[in-house]
Every structure is written in C-alpha cells, then in structure tokens.
C-alpha cells in the first residue's frame, strides 16, 4: 500500500516536506517533555488501592485460617492468597506459590531453575549447545531480556490476529529439539492487544515437541485488565493440557502490580503438582518465606475475582479516555494516509502502531528531538531487531488525557516527516 506523500508529484512532495519541517522546528521550540514510554498506571489509578493500606494496624489481626502473618513459615504463600492465584490462573490453589510482587522475577526464577537444574530426567540446559526459545513477536522486551541473559537464542514468531502464527510454531517445535521454551502473553497481548482464540490456546497445550521438556511460560499478566464493552475470554490453557497429559508443560505467572500497587503487589505461578514441587525445591533455599502481611492486605482488599474484577472497574474508567484518545487521535491525523496501522484492543496496556517500512527508529528519533519519549523502536522483537522497522509501542496509561493527546500529535507529525522523506529518498 503507497503513502499519501508517495502518490503526490515532486513539486507537492517538495511542498509537503517544506510544511511539515516548519511544523517540526515549531513544536521543537515549546519544549515539550512528554512520556509514552513504558505501561505505569496513572498516578491517579494507583491512589484508588490507597484503602488497602488501611487494612492492616498494630491492633489487626494477622492470621490467615490458622497462619501467622508476622512470622516465618508457609513458603507456598498464605491460604487465602493461594485461592486467589488459583483463580487467576485456572488451576487448584495447591497447585500454585505465592511469592514477591514481581511475576517477571517468577519466570526467571523458573528458567534459571531449568537452566542450572534441568526439568527432572533430562539434561539441564546450560550444558546444551544452541538452545532456543520461541518470541512471538511484537512481544515484551523483558521476556526477550530473560533468555537472552542466559545466552539462549531468541526466535521470533509473527503474531497474528488470533495469536502467534500457530503453524510456524508446530513446525519450529515438531523439529527442532533445542526448543525449550515459548513466552506468551495469552490475554491482551503486550503490546498488540490480542487475546489468543481458544484453537490457539489448545495448539500450543496439545502440539508435538521434539524437546520433551519445552515448557511455556504463561503470563496472563492482563487476565482482568478490560476496558472494552465485552470483556474477552481466554480459553483454560489447562485444561486442553491436561488432557492431553501436558500439564507439565505450562508454567503460569500473574500479578497484582498493574491492580494494586506496581512493584509491591503480590506474584503468582501455578503449574502441574510435580513442576510446583519442582521450583519450589529450589526456591525454598533461599526463600523462608514471601511478605505474608502483603499477602493478608491485598487478600482483605481484593478477597475474590469477582472483587477484582470490581476493582478493575475502576481501573478501566480512567483508561478508556486514555485509549480512546489515542484512536481518535491517530484516526484523525493518519486515517487515509496509509503511512500507518494500529491495534483497536479491548483491554491491557498498549497500542501496537506500525509505520512504512524503515521509519520506525527515524520516527522515534524525531519524537524525542520534539521532547516525546517512546518506547525505544524493536524494543517489542527480540535483540531489538524489528526486521522491517516498522513497529513502535504506545502507552497511553501514564500521562493525563491532555498531555497524551499532545504527545500523539507529536507522533503523527514525526511519521508524517518520516514518511514523506521516505517516499523523496525513493525518488533519489
């Protein structure tokens, strides 16, 4: 599909670009310091989980069905605590640990568990030669920063409407058995806005692994985050698995940080009973036990899903202007263009925006010239490697309505100017 500006003759591409650079050293003059950068709720957002703070006094009681909170044991986390990650994730509170407020801590706990230890019965990973992981991608650049760390290489698999591309994935792991692992971000997909379809989900529980301990790490990080009119639905993962006698291979992480308070919230993972033992064998050397009093006020405060879900309704009434301002706001700067396309979610953290080929680090450079910081570009594939350039991540959660519509102006003027220069540079 051609640009507007690649359709236009030299002379009004020559008068565009002249308008457009003006635009540009205009904005550049008002010193504008706006942040799109990364997914933090609002200021705003956060200041609605201030009660629970309330919850807990020197004078409260601090047992949870017979468990004392002020001190040690009760590793797997507090019993009420472990229900409700047993909701989160879909499967029996035995079957889950409650830890930290970090589930990006959790998942690399577990991969760092695989890598030294192994999965029980075969070789552990650090003594393979070339292991691999699967990324779909647009995904989280911190997934991607966990196995590259490790020096696993990271494979990237084109997301699609419904998910990642689900036959490029049973190829890749029907062959090659230094696969171990996929990242997967099931429900409002970071940063594209996809809730996986239930063929999806059953694929990748059901699908044949040459690697016998290819795992999948489940981050179902936005399970309750909607803001849409339907919330969407995500097919049980577990239970296709368990069906198909693959339970072992889900590892399933979730956390409150994007409900209560970022950074001290509380974590779960939940997978099969032999894999729950497993982790927990190792993280129980170095761990006596989480913050229970953190468990307590955040199980007093949100007792149930449903109680959740409550919450996050709260939580949806100051995104939804947010969002909507960022479709309108594309809308009526790009629409028609066709210098880009963008995602319409229906809950979780971003837009994904793709521009023309080859603009998007130039776009991401302009912004910031114009005091916009975003998201740096390729962040969202592996080695920040976007093969075609393309994809820019937006996070509209952070700033306030005005500000987010001003620094969307910023990013339709800077692919504008990009995308004009591009179709000149063609005609060089």
Known sequence: MQTMYQKMDDAELASALADLKA??????????????ARGKPSPEQVDISRPMLDLLSSSADLT?????????????????????????????????????????NIMQDVIVHYWEKGVPG??????????KWLCPAPGYDRH?????????????VRMTETGPDMDEVERLVATDPSIKGMFCVPKYSNPTGVTYSDETVRRLATMECAAPDFRIVWDDAYAVHDFGEKPEKLANIFDFAREAGNEDRILAVASTSKITFPGAGIAFFGSSPSNVAEVASTLKV????????????????????????????????????????????LEEGLGGTGCATWTHPNGGYFVSFDGPEGS????GALCKEMGVTM????????????????????????????????????????????????????RA
Request: net charge negative; proline share 6%.
């Open 375 to 426: 998201t740096p570009a390729g962040a969202t594939w592996p080695y920040g490697e976007d093969p075609r350039d393309t994809n820019i991540r937006i996070a509209p959660s952070y700033p306030s309505v005005e500000e987010l519509s001003a620094a969307l102006d910023v990013l339709v003027l800077a692919v504008k100017l990009v995308s004009a220069e591009l179709a000149s540079e063609e």
């Open 360 to 363: 998007a680090k130039r776009v």
């Open 144 to 156: 991607f920063g966990l196995t590259e760390d490790l020096g696993i290489q990271n494979i990237p």
């Open 23 to 36: 635009q540009v050293a205009e904005v550049k003059a008002r010193g504008l310091k706006l942040d799109m």
């Open 122 to 131: 075969h070789t552990p990973w650090h003594k393979l030669e070339g292991v």
């Open 286 to 329: 170095g761990l006596i036990s989480a913050n229970k009093l953190n468990q307590l006020m955040h199980v007093r405060f949100l007792p149930t899903l449903d109680a959740v879900r409550e919450h996050m309704e709260r939580h949806a009434e100051f995104l939804r202007p947010r969002f909507a301002c960022v479709q309108s706001k």
């Open 64 to 104: 949870d069905e017979g468990v004392d909170c002020s001190n040690y044991g009760c590793f797997e986390g507090i019993p009420s605590a472990r229900k409700l990650a047993g909701e989160f994730l879909g499967v029996p509170a035995e079957q889950t640990i409650v830890l930290g407020s970090s589930s990006l």
